[in-house]
């Protein structure tokens, strides 16, 4: 149901704009998140945005990243500014429809994409 793209090699300080698209009737209703899992580390959250628009982020990430929504193309966009090497990772988006969630929890998320590489040289 999640589709995620936008992955690959940018230089240190470049930017890149990853998107999720959703294949659900009430995709407003969704919160949307992002992980993202380097090499030889767990998956670990990133942002996300609740279906009021509320959004939340990692401290490493605060500042240079940003998540948006727009529900009527049932896609939300991680938009990665100032990218340095320990942003090298695959990133998953992720949603959920339950109630009570925790957003930094990827327990807690029931929908997963497959994952896009973003390499950052240096």
């Known amino acids: 149901q999640l589709q995620a793209s936008g992955g690959g090699l940018v230089q240190a300080g470049g930017s890149l704009r990853l998107s999720c698209a959703l294949s659900a009737r009430t995709f407003s209703r969704y919160v949307m998140g992002w992980f993202r899992q380097a090499p030889g580390k767990e998956r670990e959250f990133v942002t996300a945005?609740?279906?009021?628009?509320?959004?939340y982020y990692a401290d490493s990430v605060k500042g240079r990243f940003a998540i948006s929504r727009d529900n009527a193309k049932k896609t939300n966009y991680l938009q990665m500014n100032s990218l340095n090497a320990e942003d090298t990772a695959v990133y998953y988006c992720a949603a959920t429809d339950r109630d009570g969630v925790r957003l930094r929890s990827r327990d807690d998320y029931n929908y997963w994409g497959q994952g896009t590489l973003v390499t950052v040289s240096s």
């Open positions: 945005m609740t279906w009021g628009g509320s959004t």
